[in-house]
């Protein structure tokens, strides 16, 4: 997928109350632009950063300017939490990720019981598979670690997988590594063992997890390679 355009660089001073960040552009301006992540953005959020905007032509929003992506030494990450489900779409219809390839039917935002929805529902004949996406940024020794926050909300969704296996469908946990320095997964059980513990138990309950990464050259983003995931 592409980044919408224009795209506009500059360099961070401040990131902060989670979805706010000041940027001065290369241009001199200074501005604040909206942070679409509520994680702690662990590494990724220090001052002097170089980072990648787009802007909105949207009237009504406040803040035009979406912070995309930050450069961390050699690799772009993208902290835009909104990515990784447009780019995984765009991957289901193109059957480019070899586990899911077997749908035709691809719902986003698919309702599950009474009360959640679950990022994908795909569908062939009878055949039901749901699909829970995560943005993963963290890294530590070349390792991928999710969460970088304790998240009830991804708690919830492991238990709602395991809810959809009990009901005899195929239940899937992708993590996409949306940074390119990661050569395999773990979850990050200093910073929330109970999403590392249930992560576990989904797994042992029949709950699928695959963690793909991705290829970032501004201003594409494009899922590259499979890595292991060690549970």
Request: proline residues 6%; neutral net charge; aromatic residues 6%.
């Amino acid at each position: 997928m592409n980044l919408p355009k224009p795209l506009f660089t500059g360099k961070l001073i401040k990131r902060y109350k989670r979805f706010l960040a000041d940027i001065e552009l290369d241009s001199g301006e200074t501005i604040t632009a909206h942070c679409a992540n509520s994680g702690s953005m662990l590494g990724l959020a220090e001052p002097g950063s170089k980072v990648i905007l787009s802007i909105s032509d949207n009237p009504k929003r406040k803040l035009p300017y979406t912070w995309e992506l930050v450069r961390v030494d050699k690799i772009w990450a993208c902290v835009n939490t909104l990515v990784p489900n447009r780019l995984v779409k765009e991957a289901l219809q193109a059957k480019i990720i070899p586990e899911l390839a077997e749908y035709s039917s691809i719902k986003p935002e698919a309702k599950w019981g009474d009360n959640s929805r679950l990022d994908f529902l795909l569908k062939e004949d009878d055949r039901h598979c749901y699909v829970e996406v995560k943005n993963v940024t963290l890294e530590e020794d070349g390792i991928a670690l999710f969460p970088d926050a304790v998240t009830e909300r991804g708690l919830k969704h492991l238990n709602e997988l395991m809810k959809v296996v009990d009901c005899g469908h195929r239940a899937v946990m992708l993590f996409l590594v949306n940074r390119g320095d990661c050569n395999s997964f773990k979850p990050a059980t200093k910073i929330d063992p109970k999403y590392a513990a249930t992560l576990q138990k989904a797994y042992a309950a029949g709950v699928e997890i695959l963690v793909y990464r991705t290829k970032i050259n501004p201003p594409t983003i494009e899922i590259d390679i499979k890595i292991e995931a060690e549970l």
